[in-house]
């Protein structure tokens, strides 16, 4: 782990992973002490720079951020394709772990949270159920539990097509397909297993998932995009049912808070400030 330079007014920490993959965590840091540090998980297929306004009006706020990179995107050294593949596993025990050591050695002493847009919300929970370090909470935005049962029926079809299609290609070729990125096979073998079954379940990883989702504690806060189809109200209370020992907050955000934009699952990355003031108020609240 290298020490965080500037480039163009953004602090960057180099990371290298526990593989030799590399990529970049971007910090904002607020004037002053943090009141928290947040580690934030984009969406599939979303670069970490897209995430940039959400970071800065949290640190305006007083709210540190790391935004995570994505193996295969964005800063990543890695990109998927036939000869180079990656699940959950290796999010869960390398990525993850190294960007929130990471960014508790940038605030320490502070209080230190994970949280996530969509997918991204759903590994922040996996992380925090597994991780020896202490966390003040979990943010969940625009997130929920994939299983299929909680959509209309068609979307179990998604969870059949597209692992098959990512094993003929050699990876699932989401730009063209308009879903995700280019993502590993692996990555989709695994999304699409919790979208079966209602279950995460890793492929070669032995930490039973579920009772360690079932024996977290840190509080969540999840803010659901009412018009929303993807992270709909069913598959939220669904994610959050796994942790029963985590006391909640569940809000909706409207387009009258987003300054006329959809609340849909990526319009209020436009608005973001609404977002980051329910962040902080939960954080001040929960830190009392």
Not at 86 to 103: E, K
Request: with cysteine; proline share 7%; aromatic share 8%.
């Amino acid at each position: 782990m290298s020490e965080p330079y500037t480039v163009g007014g953004l602090s960057v920490m180099p990371l290298r992973m526990a593989d030799g993959a590399r990529a970049d965590l971007l910090l904002f840091s607020p004037p002053g002490t943090p009141r928290a540090a947040l580690l934030w998980v984009p969406a599939l297929g979303v670069a970490a720079r897209h995430y940039e306004p959400l970071a800065q009006a949290l640190a305006d706020l007083g709210v540190a951020v790391g935004i995570h990179e994505w193996r295969g995107h964005g800063s990543s050294d890695q990109r998927a394709d036939r000869r180079s593949n990656w699940g959950y596993r290796t999010l869960l025990t390398d990525d993850l772990p190294t960007s929130l050591s990471a960014l508790a050695k940038a605030f320490p002493g502070v209080g230190l949270c994970v949280g996530g847009h969509s997918l991204g919300g759903q590994l922040s929970t996996l992380l925090a159920s597994v991780t020896d370090l202490d966390l003040q909470g979990i943010i969940l935005v625009a997130s929920g539990s994939p299983y299929w049962r909680r959509f209309h029926p068609w979307v179990g079809l998604a969870y059949v097509a597209a692992p098959a299609l990512a094993r003929l290609v050699g990876r699932l070729p989401g730009r063209q397909i308009g879903f995700g990125g280019n993502e590993a096979r692996g990555v989709i073998s695994d999304w699409a297993r919790s979208g079966r079954t209602g279950r995460y379940a890793v492929r070669g990883m032995a930490t039973d998932l579920e009772a360690a989702l079932q024996g977290q504690r840190a509080p969540v806060l999840a803010l659901r995009l009412r018009d929303d189809w993807l992270g709909s109200e069913t598959s939220l209370a669904f994610l959050l049912d796994k942790m029963p020992r985590a006391p909640r907050r569940t809000e909706v955000i409207g387009p009258d808070e987003l300054a006329g934009a959809k609340a849909d699952h990526f319009a209020w990355m436009k608005v973001p400030a609404p977002i980051a003031s329910r962040i902080h108020d939960w954080l001040s609240a929960t830190a009392t």
